[in-house]
């Protein structure tokens, strides 16, 4: 195989799609797309939302039977039936959603989407390889259950490279990784692709799209809108191609913060989960009018953090967290509530939406003054509530009644951020908020956050977007090993200081840190 696993300039095509049309009863997902993927090629499939670049990806996964069009691989007709025929073609796929049992320790969920010729022993042997050569920190032996949500996707990944694929099919496979890690996972792809792997690459990064991949096809509506390359367009470019404009720029106007609303006074816990993190003496202070972010790589504790903040464990001392002069360290999530904390999870099913509940109904998760008299629904108060929700975040679904499942990941976190802003919180505490959201929709999530602040709510924002914390935080955190460090106002923070505080360096000297930092 020569360098760019094409063994003559008459090699057909790795991947043509002709015409594939997928109809769903609310809505068209894909009509007559169109796509060609080379050998070697690294190919974007860019598009707002909803534009059917999912279920583009699962038609060719096999997860999703398209109604017209037709599928080349290697220039051969194929009809891709499930999953395991894609596989069998060398086609291999990291979800958005993760496709992970629970129930299964991490080396038992990859052994289950490989040749079962080799033993659990080899598999085990191989992520552990697979793991230190890509820098992806995952434990085998380690049930799925206790996995954060990044902890996940680093299972996803090393599952699909295990394969050994011919078409490598990633849909947003940084959201929840460091600067470091998606370099060390860059110059993995890019390595593939020069050995013949082809690669289909879902990003609303667009940096990332125009600094990795060699060919771009844009989606709007379900239906093919442009094909360049992106090393010769800008950020703004592929903005217009993919939402027909510019997404706004921010307003992070200087605001002076009142009075404390959520205080942590060395909060200690030990974990819950043997696989989990201890919480050490972690202190925090967020204040009426400001944005605190926390940065950090996922699984560092953040989690334990989050249920101790929310309510969802109450296992801290009634003093050591205090919600609007409450000490709330026993407080259940309802009585959190009543203080007016609202919180965002990063798990968007299963935890910030029921899943074959509709919209409609999922907003009785945080809002009680739609149940009446003798616990009766207000069904149409809750349905114009939706309405509006959907409207004002401009959520694309089928409607109030359309169960949370349904929707895209971006339309669905929309929903979800949107449910708990409209609440009017004193406190909002939320988790990953633009994860898998495109640009149009992440500047509006971004700028309702801080319209929140500025109208003198407290904001508490985990994120593992560096991007993001820059754009929304007044002041930052970053957690490490269960540790929080001291805060740094946004404009003392940089990318550096913040990466080498990622490994819990924020008490060694700077040339140490800096150091460590270049290393990693």
Known sequence: ??????????????????????????????????????????????????????????????????????????????????????????????????????????????????????????????????????????????????????????????????????????????????????????????????????????????????????????????????????????????????????????????NQPGAPVLRVRGLTLERESPFGTDLEGVDLEVRAGEVVGIAGVSGNGQRELLYALSGEDTRAAPEAIEVAGRAAGRMGPGARRALGLHFVPEERLGRGAVPTLGLAHNLLLTRRDAVGTGGWLKLGALEKHAQAIIARFNVRTGGPHAAARSLSGGNLQKFIVGREIDAQPALLIVSQPTWGVDVGAAAQIRGAILALRDAGCAVLVVSEELDELFELSDRMHVMAKGRLSPPVARAEATVERIGAWMSGLWDAPAAVAAEEAAAC
């Open 1 to 254: 195989m020569n360098s760019s696993g094409i063994s003559g300039a008459a090699a057909p095509p790795r991947l043509t799609l002709s015409g594939i049309t997928k109809r769903y009863p609310a809505v068209v997902a894909n009509s007559d797309v169109s796509l060609v993927v080379q050998p070697g090629e690294t190919h974007a499939v860019l598009g707002e939302n909803g534009a059917g670049k999912s279920t583009l990806m699962k038609i060719i996964y096999g997860a999703v039977k398209p109604d017209e069009g037709t599928v080349l691989f290697d220039g051969r007709p194929v009809q891709v039936r499930n999953p395991q025929e894609a596989r069998a073609l060398g086609i291999a796929m990291v979800f958005q959603h993760f496709s992970l049992f629970d129930t299964l320790t991490v080396a038992e969920n990859v052994w289950l989407g490989l040749d079962r010729s080799q033993s659990l022993a080899d598999v085990t042997r191989g992520i552990v390889a697979k793991a230190a050569e890509y820098g992806l920190d995952v434990d085998p032996a380690r049930p799925v259950h206790t996995l954060s949500v990044g902890e996940m996707q680093r299972v996803e990944i090393i599952r699909a490279l295990l394969a050994e694929p011919k078409v490598l099919i990633l849909d947003e496979p940084t959201s929840v990784l460091t600067p470091q890690a998606v370099e060390r996972l860059f110059v993995v792809l890019r390595q593939l692709a020069a050995e013949g792997c082809s690669i289909l690459y879902i990003s609303h990064k667009l940096h990332e799209i125009r600094a990795l991949c060699t060919a771009c096809t844009v989606l709007r509506g379900g239906k093919v809108t442009g094909v360049c390359n992106p090393a010769e367009e800008t950020n703004a470019s592929l903005s217009r191609l993919m939402i027909g404009a510019e997404p706004p720029a921010l307003q992070h106007r200087v």
